[in-house]
Nanobody, 121 residues
Framework: QVQLVESGGGLVQPGGSLRLSCAASGSIFYIFTMGWYRQAPGKQRELVARFTAGGTTNYADAVKGRFTISRDNTKNTVYLQMDSLKPEDTAAYYC???????????????WGQGTQVTVSS
């Protein structure tokens, strides 16, 4: 069994910062991609930032220059540093990974349970 456990959400004022963490645990052979999506009420889930299979990063245009994704491969953990937060960043943030549990197995995708980020004065 594989779990993605997020932490670090909360309420912050506009212009403030938050840091999200996501740790993948369980039987993991290899992680191909890992990153963050978000979903605001009434909207579709969208990519925020992720590490690609080649190790590069993708960012949504709306967060470029304000958010930074990083990772600790020894802990199967990714982080999302969110600075200069805006009310429109308010959403549930979900960790996502594409990984293989065994050397012979297929690649499957996993989602965390989500952590709420609310940006409001």
């Amino acid at each position: 069994q594989v779990q993605l456990v997020e932490s670090g959400g909360g309420l912050v004022q506009p212009g403030g910062s938050l840091r999200l963490s996501c740790a993948a645990s369980g039987s993991i052979f290899y992680i191909f991609t890992m990153g963050w999506y978000r979903q605001a009420p009434g909207k579709q889930r969208e990519l925020v930032a992720r590490f690609t299979a080649g190790g590069t990063t993708n960012y949504a245009d709306a967060v470029k220059g304000r958010f930074t994704i990083s990772r600790d491969n020894t802990k199967n953990t990714v982080y999302l540093q969110m600075d200069s937060l805006k009310p429109e960043d308010t959403a549930a943030y979900y960790c996502h990974a594409n990984l293989r549990r065994t050397s012979w197995g297929r690649m499957d995708e996993y989602w965390g349970q989500g952590t709420q980020v609310t940006v409001s004065s």
